[in-house]
């Protein structure tokens, strides 16, 4: 069974900055594909960024050159800087674990401010 749960949401001005974590359970954490999914009222959950086990990374076109996701296996943690944010970040974010079965967090809202 895999836990996780999102922390670092908030109301944040637009060019501003935050961090999202996420901490997981598991002792094979380090054998699953990490991300990070928002969506937004009315629309479907989008990727935003994941990392495989081996730290490749891969972005939404949307957040690329301003959005970093990173993971720290030591301490079963995944996190999200977000620098430069738009209003159009605004959503709800959510944590997931793939590892051909998918595990998913409560979400963390995100809201940018014009």
């Known amino acids: 069974q895999v836990r996780l749960v999102e922390s670092g949401g908030g109301l944040v001005q637009a060019g501003g900055s935050l961090r999202l974590s996420c901490a997981a359970s598991?002792?094979?954490?380090?054998?699953?594909?990490m991300g990070w999914y928002r969506q937004a009222p009315g629309k479907q959950r989008e990727l935003v960024a994941d990392?495989?086990?081996?730290?490749?990374?891969n972005y939404a076109d949307s957040v690329k050159g301003r959005f970093t996701i990173s993971r720290d296996n030591a301490k079963i943690m995944v996190y999200l800087q977000m620098n430069n944010l738009k209003p159009e970040d605004t959503a709800v974010y959510y944590c997931?674990?793939?590892?051909?079965?998918?595990?998913w967090g409560q979400g963390t809202q995100v809201t940018v401010s014009s």
């Open positions: 598991g002792s094979i954490f380090r054998r699953f594909r």
């Open positions: 997931s674990a793939n590892l051909g079965d998918w595990y």
């Open positions: 990392i495989t086990s081996a730290g490749a990374t």
